[in-house]
């Protein structure tokens, strides 16, 4: 069974960085695609962006576009680099993983979960 495991969170300024990483264990064989998720109290879960095992990447979310990037060796390790932090971008971040499909920009299909690490952005 594939075991997501997310790293990296904490409480953080307005303006200042962050990375949070994600490790993949057991047969991953099958995952194709890793994706970044979140979620602010009292809203929905949102699709950041993810990572295709031949290494295509890319960020979906229009909010953090030109602040957020993702890198990694899919389907292995997963980063979200998090730069000009804001205070809305405080939520449980989630890492993700896509079993035999290639469409990791969109939010349905992910079926395997991490624990979720927690990013506050104080103004």
């Known amino acids: 069974q594939v075991r997501l495991v997310e790293s990296g969170g904490g409480s953080v300024q307005a303006g200042t960085s962050l990375t949070l990483s994600c490790a993949a264990s057991?047969?991953?064989?099958?995952?194709?695609?890793m994706g970044w998720f979140r979620q602010a109290p009292g809203k929905e879960r949102e699709l950041i962006g993810g990572?295709?095992?031949?290494?295509?990447?890319g960020i979906r979310a229009d909010s953090v576009k030109g602040r957020f990037s993702i890198s990694g060796d899919a389907p292995n390790t997963m980063s979200l680099q998090m730069n000009s932090l804001k205070p809305e971008d405080t939520a449980v971040y989630y890492c993700?993983?896509?079993?035999?499909?290639?469409?990791?920009?969109?939010?349905?299909?992910?079926?395997?979960w991490g624990q979720g690490t927690q990013v506050t952005v104080s103004s």
């Open positions: 990572i295709h095992r031949n290494g295509e990447s």
């Open positions: 057991g047969p991953t064989a099958r995952i194709y695609s």
């Open positions: 993700a993983a896509k079993p035999n499909r290639n469409d990791y920009d969109v939010p349905h299909g992910y079926t395997i």
